[in-house]
């Protein structure tokens, strides 16, 4: 059953990348009409640069593929023969394309997070020694063949990519920083409002002049209406 097998792995592969351009264009020609004016061009954009990414790395993957398969066959001992099944190379091939492939879009994905304000330029820097250990961890997990100079690399071009794309971030937030000045502070970073005065500076409220004992504001105890000028109850007392 194995030669039918590899047969239907390529009759599948080759048709895919045959027919990428129509079923590309169908589901672009699904998504569009949901997108507004700026978002379409930003995806042509980044489709326009994942493409040449993506091709970049399976083209490095098939320059590498005949030194890695070198590499393996060289531990084989001495006075014994090593053949490797068509099924078992094809399955590595085709990983290795799509995993170089799918690995040199990442600095398109760290670009795209610092357009839509995610992630700022200064904060990538930052993490540069981190990402250095993950992309190599990466490269060493994800490569099929293991060995060393695949491992190299795949992970030399990512980091290379990843400074580039670090550049491009900080070019970006320096752009939208000359046209929003508050662009760059975060959503909890307080802001240059000024605060009220200390309570020296308040101007004093002049407080009402109180009545002495012999003085009278009108009204009776109660509430009740004025007072007359002879009675303590408002009329005069006929009696």
Known sequence: IAPFTIMLKVALTAGVVVASP?????????LAPGLHKHEKKYARAFVGAGAPLFLGGAYLAYLLLPAAAKTLLDFTPDGTGNLIP?????????RLVIVFGLAFELPLLLVMLNFTGILSGRRLLGWWRVMVLCITIFSAVATPTGDPLTMG?????IILLYFGAVAICLFNDRRRTR???????????????E???S????D???AQRSLSDGESDGTDGGGNGPQGRNGQDGYDDAT
């Open 195 to 197: 605060g009220p005065g």
């Open 86 to 94: 068509l099924d078992d190379f094809l399955d590595i091939v085709t």
């Open 22 to 30: 129509i079923w590309l264009h169908q589901l672009w020609a699904f």
């Open 204 to 206: 004093g409220v002049p």
């Open 179 to 193: 046209t929003d000045p508050y662009a760059g502070l975060d959503d909890d970073e307080a802001s240059q409002i």
């Open 153 to 157: 690399a795949l992970a030399a071009p």
């Open 199 to 202: 309570l020296d500076e308040v």
